[in-house]
């Protein structure tokens, strides 16, 4: 398939429109990817006879995929996915849609791509079984071309989906075709499905060398004699190296080409700027194209040393990562690329130049815009492996499935220039027994089998070596540990000579906008897994960074070990963003995590200051917390900042005093008793100003204000805009304690597919046209209907205050 063509969408057209253009505009034309998401049919339940082709779907919902029926549930403490898995409705689906191919189509070979299925996907086509796929991260592919009918019969696909038994993760999963599908139609003679394999051995600013191999599938009865046209291609479609040759295959075989290239003076990948090419392979018989297969490139070189940690490009880089989980906030598991580009945006703007994919294989989408925005990846494949960690997850289907399932996973993923090492497992079970050894040796041999230019670790939690049967394998290039930052200092001695990297680190709790005092000591919470829940009865926790699991550590602990070793590669934080399930410790009603710097809804917390300050190259002073609190009470007040010596903090123009970061300290603090006012710090280098930071007091609402992260919009129904739902006073203060109920409406181009508000125990649905503000804000998700009519978003409450309004364009 020609990946990266087919993740950028197109809505509203039909298969056998696309292929109708396509044979109108060429004989033999080559590769189409067809969207395959708009218009399936869907409904909850077991419907067996669904396979068949008279079969009746007139009560079934309409919809476009990608799709996440769970997410559309209420929340319960009695469904059986419990609250670490969301407390969200899971169980069966079906799904159905029909479609037809032209006549012109009947000596094609005909595929459909899955790019993940959650779970227990089944698959037929005009009643005839194609397979089934237990593991709901893993992409798949079926051959259609057999079972297929053309003109004016129509083609019926059937998909059975089958979440129901439960608990089958940790977190929460999502239930559905939760990620994007396509349908591929090439030439009998064509580049197999994940065909390409593209490395650079050699890698400087001079010049760099290319092995490439693509896999030439031919389905056809007859031998063939072809063309095979390989051009490099750099961002401007310029070819920078090119390759031709006259090959021969037989009836119903693949042949396996190889090729080299030099490239001179090629422009590097690196987090900065990410440059990328793109290998195009084009096959020809006599002078007709008749397949274009694009692969992305980029070159780089990087190392783990056991001393030094990890360079890039022949440059020292510390790994500034964070872990992140699949699902997309109010969307659910929907794999929505404009929604995983607002999240890796706020990584960037955080300073984070790594993600580690927790804990399974990411979507398309996500390596695809990793490449595009620099982040070194961590590719993940499993949770779990023989032995259970929840009674219905991966373990039921290790022995049959887990050879295919990573051979699939690397396949896919290998020719990503992000991604710099391949993890096995995290958090193995197997760690603690002596089967931990052998099939860790089976999967780094797996791995070593399709791509020898990665490092392949695992997370680990044991960091004793004697106990660490994963360790005693000796199969693993990078050791990962996970929550071992009291014990990095002895790390050398223990493991002489390893390369290592914190695969997993902090578990800090926080509540974006709620603020505990005083802040004098740093709690671990609870000290006992078991021990009975002592903390807010609202459930919060304090958004001063100074709460943490009783695993982990805070955040500014973590960090000041991290980047006290240069033996230690980086960290990768847990995590970026709050996810859906595991509320761990705390009880239901809270149904999401507590461990992001971000909240589920995409506001940052206060400690994503601190991030900032110290991983970006930004000009950061941030004050908390807020400045609305009663007379005389006493504040803590912390600053994060850079690039200066010293922050002053004035209180309505008095000065309390300079302060400056003693030793390793990350943050600066004053106690304040409150009065209504201005809070202001000034930062200065050398005595000269840096840079100036407000908080106001707000006084009573007055309006609603609508800020969107974008203007316009494209009119393709998957594009997004969030908008970000706030109260204001007359002064146009922003009022940090504000908890109205907002009302939404909207008409034109688009629908509204989400609302959240960040608060981890709120029962209010994420699928609704109203929500309530949390601690002054709320964020409402848009998306294209595929009308062309500019967007109105007017959102309204109660009381004396004016309503919102915004408007976008639609392009």
Same mark, same amino acid.
């Given at each position: 398939?020609?990946?990266?063509?087919?993740?950028?969408?197109?809505?509203?057209?039909?298969?056998?429109?696309?292929?109708?253009?396509?044979?109108?505009?060429?004989?033999?034309?080559?590769?189409?990817?067809?969207?395959?998401?708009?218009?399936?049919?869907?409904?909850?339940?077991?419907?067996?006879?669904?396979?068949?082709?008279?079969?009746?779907?007139?009560?079934?919902?309409?919809?476009?995929? #990608?799709?996440?029926?769970?997410?559309?549930?209420?929340?319960?403490?009695?469904? #059986?996915?419990?609250?670490?898995?969301?407390?969200?409705?899971? +169980?069966?689906?079906?799904?159905?849609?029909?479609?037809?191919?032209?006549?012109?189509?009947?000596?094609?070979?005909?595929?459909?791509?899955?790019?993940?299925?959650?779970?227990?996907?089944?698959?037929?086509?005009?009643?005839?079984?194609?397979?089934?796929?237990?593991?709901?991260?893993?992409?798949?592919?079926?051959?259609?071309?057999?079972?297929?009918?053309?003109?004016?019969?129509?083609?019926?696909?059937?998909?059975?989906?089958?979440?129901?038994?439960?608990?089958?993760?940790?977190?929460?999963? +999502?239930?559905?075709?939760?990620?994007?599908?396509?349908?591929?139609?090439?030439?009998?003679?064509?580049?197999?499905?994940?065909?390409?394999?593209?490395?650079?051995?050699?890698?400087?600013?001079?010049?760099?060398?290319?092995?490439?191999?693509?896999?030439?599938?031919?389905?056809?009865?007859?031998?063939?004699?072809?063309?095979?046209?390989?051009?490099?291609?750099?961002?401007?479609?310029?070819?920078?190296?090119?390759?031709?040759?006259?090959?021969?295959?037989?009836?119903?075989?693949?042949?396996?080409?190889?090729?080299?290239?030099?490239?001179?003076?090629?422009?590097?990948?690196?987090?900065?700027?990410?440059?990328?090419?793109?290998?195009?392979?084009?096959?020809?018989?006599?002078?007709?194209?008749?397949?274009?297969?694009?692969?992305?490139?980029?070159?780089?070189?990087?190392?783990?040393?056991?001393?030094?940690?990890?360079?890039?490009?022949?440059?020292?880089?510390?790994?500034?990562?964070?872990?992140?989980?699949?699902?997309?906030?109010?969307?659910?598991?929907?794999?929505?690329?404009?929604?995983?580009?607002?999240?890796?945006?706020?990584?960037?703007?955080?300073?984070?130049?790594?993600?580690?994919?927790?804990?399974?294989?990411?979507?398309?989408?996500?390596?695809?815009?990793?490449?595009?925005?620099?982040?070194?990846?961590?590719?993940?494949?499993?949770?779990?492996?023989?032995?259970?960690?929840?009674?219905?997850?991966?373990?039921?289907?290790?022995?049959?499935?887990?050879?295919?399932?990573?051979?699939?996973?690397?396949?896919?993923?290998?020719?990503?220039?992000?991604?710099?090492?391949?993890?096995?497992?995290?958090?193995?079970?197997?760690?603690?027994?002596?089967?931990?050894?052998?099939?860790?040796?089976?999967?780094?041999?797996?791995?070593?089998?399709?791509?020898?230019?990665?490092?392949?670790?695992?997370?680990?939690?044991?960091?004793?070596?004697?106990?660490?049967?994963?360790?005693?394998?000796?199969?693993?290039?990078?050791?990962?540990?996970?929550?071992?930052?009291?014990?990095?200092?002895?790390?050398?001695?223990?493991?002489?000579?390893?390369?290592?990297?914190?695969?997993?680190?902090?578990?800090?709790?926080?509540?974006?906008?709620?603020?505990?005092?005083?802040?004098?000591?740093?709690?671990?919470?609870?000290?006992?897994?078991?021990? #009975?829940?002592?903390?807010?009865?609202?459930?919060?926790?304090?958004?001063?960074?100074?709460?943490?699991?009783?695993?982990?550590?805070?955040?500014?602990?973590?960090?000041?070990?991290?980047?006290?070793?240069?033996?230690?590669?980086?960290?990768?934080?847990?995590?970026?963003?709050?996810?859906?399930?595991?509320?761990?410790?705390?009880?239901?009603?809270?149904?999401?995590?507590?461990?992001?710097?971000?909240? $589920?809804? +995409?506001?940052?917390?206060?400690?994503?200051?601190?991030?900032?300050?110290?991983?970006?190259?930004?000009?950061?002073?941030?004050?908390?917390?807020?400045?609305?609190?009663?007379?005389?009470?006493?504040?803590?007040?912390?600053?994060?900042?850079?690039?200066?010596?010293?922050?002053?903090?004035?209180?309505?123009?008095?000065?309390?005093?300079?302060?400056?970061?003693?030793?390793?300290?990350?943050?600066?603090?004053?106690?304040?008793?409150?009065?209504?006012?201005?809070?202001?710090?000034?930062?200065?280098?050398?005595?000269?100003?840096?840079?100036?930071?407000?908080?106001?007091?707000?006084?009573?609402?007055?309006?609603?204000?609508?800020?969107?992260?974008?203007?316009?919009?494209?009119?393709?129904?998957?594009?997004?805009?969030?908008?970000?739902?706030?109260?204001?006073?007359?002064?146009?203060?922003?009022?940090?304690?504000?908890?109205?109920?907002?009302?939404?409406?909207?008409?034109?181009?688009?629908?509204?597919?989400?609302?959240?508000?960040?608060?981890?125990?709120?029962?209010?649905?994420?699928?609704?046209?109203?929500?309530?503000?949390?601690?002054?804000?709320?964020?409402?998700?848009?998306?294209?209907?595929?009308?062309?009519?500019?967007?109105?978003?007017?959102?309204?409450?109660? +009381?004396?205050?004016?309503?919102?309004? $915004?408007?976008?364009?639609?392009?």
């Amino acid at each position: 398939m020609n990946l990266h063509k087919s993740v950028l969408r197109k809505g509203g057209i039909t298969i056998a429109l696309l292929l109708l253009v396509a044979c109108a505009s060429t004989k033999n034309e080559s590769r189409i990817i067809a969207d395959f998401n708009p218009d399936w049919n869907f409904k909850l339940g077991d419907y067996p006879t669904a396979i068949q082709v008279d079969f009746e779907a007139n009560d079934w919902r309409t919809l476009d995929l #990608p799709h996440d029926w769970s997410i559309e549930g209420t929340f319960s403490k009695d469904h #059986p996915t419990k609250p670490r898995q969301g407390a969200l409705p899971a +169980g069966i689906g079906w799904y159905r849609k029909s479609f037809t191919l032209p006549e012109s189509a009947k000596n094609k070979s005909i595929a459909i791509e899955f790019d993940g299925v959650f779970c227990n996907s089944e698959v037929w086509i005009n009643g005839h079984y194609l397979g089934k796929r237990p593991f709901g991260y893993i992409s798949f592919s079926y051959d259609l071309t057999k079972y297929l009918n053309f003109g004016n019969q129509k083609n019926y696909i059937a998909v059975k989906v089958d979440n129901d038994a439960q608990p089958s993760s940790r977190w929460y999963t +999502g239930s559905g075709i939760y990620r994007n599908v396509r349908l591929v139609t090439t030439d009998k003679l064509h580049v197999a499905h994940w065909g390409t394999v593209v490395t650079t051995p050699e890698v400087s600013k001079e010049k760099a060398t290319v092995d490439y191999s693509v896999s030439i599938q031919n389905d056809s009865d007859f031998s063939k004699e072809f063309k095979v046209v390989t051009n490099i291609l750099d961002a401007n479609n310029r070819s920078v190296a090119r390759l031709e040759s006259i090959e021969k295959i037989d009836a119903n075989a693949i042949l396996e080409k190889g090729q080299k290239f030099e490239v001179n003076n090629p422009k590097l990948w690196d987090t900065d700027n990410p440059n990328l090419y793109k290998v195009v392979t084009k096959i020809y018989e006599k002078s007709t194209l008749i397949d274009d297969y694009e692969t992305p490139l980029g070159f780089r070189y990087f190392a783990f040393d056991a001393e030094k940690g990890f360079s890039l490009n022949g440059v020292p880089t510390k790994i500034y990562g964070v872990c992140l989980h699949h699902d997309n906030g109010a969307l659910g598991a929907v794999a929505n690329y404009h929604a995983i580009k607002r999240k890796l945006t706020i990584m960037k703007e955080m300073g984070v130049n790594a993600i580690r994919m927790a804990h399974n294989p990411p979507s398309l989408e996500m390596l695809q815009l990793c490449d595009e925005m620099g982040f070194i990846v961590q590719d993940e494949v499993f949770d779990v492996w023989k032995k259970k960690k929840v009674t219905n997850d991966y373990h039921k289907y290790w022995d049959e499935w887990h050879k295919r399932d990573l051979e699939d996973f690397i396949k896919r993923d290998r020719n990503h220039p992000s991604i710099m090492m391949w993890s096995i497992g995290n958090e193995i079970r197997e760690q603690f027994d002596s089967t931990g050894i052998a099939i860790t040796k089976e999967l780094a041999q797996i791995v070593k089998s399709l791509d020898k230019t990665r490092p392949v670790t695992s997370a680990l939690t044991e960091n004793v070596p004697e106990k660490n049967f994963i360790y005693q394998s000796g199969a693993l290039d990078l050791l990962g540990f996970n929550y071992k930052h009291a014990d990095y200092a002895t790390f050398p001695e223990r493991f002489k000579g390893q390369k290592i990297i914190a695969s997993e680190s902090v578990s800090a709790l926080e509540t974006r906008g709620h603020y505990d005092m005083p802040t004098d000591s740093i709690r671990f919470w609870p000290i006992k897994h078991d021990a #009975p829940f002592d903390g807010n009865a609202d459930l919060t926790v304090t958004a001063y960074d100074n709460i943490a699991s009783y695993w982990g550590t805070t955040h500014e602990e973590n960090w000041k070990a991290a980047k006290k070793y240069d033996f230690i590669a980086g960290t990768f934080v847990w995590t970026g963003f709050d996810y859906i399930g595991e509320p761990d410790p705390y009880p239901y009603p809270a149904r999401s995590s507590y461990f992001g710097i971000v909240d $589920l809804a +995409g506001f940052p917390k206060d400690v994503y200051y601190m991030y900032q300050s110290e991983w970006s190259n930004k000009t950061v002073l941030h004050l908390l917390p807020h400045w609305n609190w009663k007379q005389g009470q006493l504040i803590d007040v912390w600053a994060y900042y850079n690039n200066a010596d010293e922050v002053e903090l004035f209180l309505n123009g008095k000065s309390l005093g300079s302060k400056a970061k003693q030793g390793d300290e990350l943050h600066i603090a004053w106690k304040v008793p409150f009065e209504a006012g201005t809070l202001k710090a000034i930062s200065r280098k050398e005595g000269k100003m840096v840079k100036e930071t407000e908080i106001h007091t707000a006084g009573e609402a007055t309006k609603i204000d609508l800020k969107s992260d974008k203007t316009s919009i494209k009119n393709d129904g998957y594009d997004l805009a969030y908008v970000t739902v706030s109260l204001q006073d007359k002064d146009g203060n922003y009022v940090p304690t504000a908890d109205n109920l907002i009302n939404f409406k909207v008409s034109g181009g688009a629908k509204i597919v989400g609302v959240d508000n960040g608060y981890q125990a709120s029962l209010e649905p994420f699928i609704a046209d109203y929500r309530k503000l949390y601690n002054g804000k709320c964020v409402v998700i848009l998306q294209s209907n595929k009308k062309a009519e500019n967007i109105t978003l007017e959102a309204t409450t109660a +009381g004396n205050i004016n309503l919102g309004t $915004l408007s976008i364009k639609v392009e």
